[in-house]
């Protein structure tokens, strides 16, 4: 599979996502398990309004990668969550979702929440 040309974004799609609680949890998990010194820097770095909270503007990548959510995991490779760059590589179909969404991380979830 191609891969999306994210290097250079600077996190332009990383706004507020959709989450379930499964997400919610896992996200938790990976924050406790991150060094805390990281976990600061992470936190403390300034990003634009509506930016994750969770884009990690000092490298150009997700903070959480490998506990992102379904919705990032997703994007640009599905009908429906195309990216405008490559809207041609979003051609597989959404399974169905039975999980109901809690909340929108960024929003309803912040780092205060993992304090
Ligand atoms: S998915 Fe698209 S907009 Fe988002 S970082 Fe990758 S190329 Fe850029
Ligand atoms: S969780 Fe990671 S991939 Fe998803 S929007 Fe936030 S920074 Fe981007």
């Known amino acids: 599979m191609e891969s999306l040309p994210c290097q250079g974004c600077r996190g332009l799609c990383c706004g507020p996502v959709s989450i379930t609680e499964r ?9 406790k398990s991150m060094p805390r010194l990281k976990r600061q820097e992470l936190e ?14 000092e490298n ?8 992102r959510p379904d919705v990032c995991q997703k994007f640009g490779y599905y009908k429906g969550l195309a990216c405008f760059r490559k809207p041609e590589f979003a051609t597989k179909n959404l399974p169905d979702n ?18």
Request: proline residues 0%; charged residues 30%; hydrophobic residues 30%.
């Open 44 to 57: 403390s770095q300034t990003r634009f309004y509506g930016t994750c909270i969770f884009y990690d503007v």
């Open 98 to 115: 039975n999980e109901r969404y809690i909340g929108t991380l960024s929003v309803d979830f912040t780092w205060k929440d993992l304090h």
């Open 60 to 67: 150009d990548k997700c903070g959480i990668y490998s506990a």
């Open 23 to 31: 997400e919610w949890k896992k996200i938790k998990k990976k924050v």
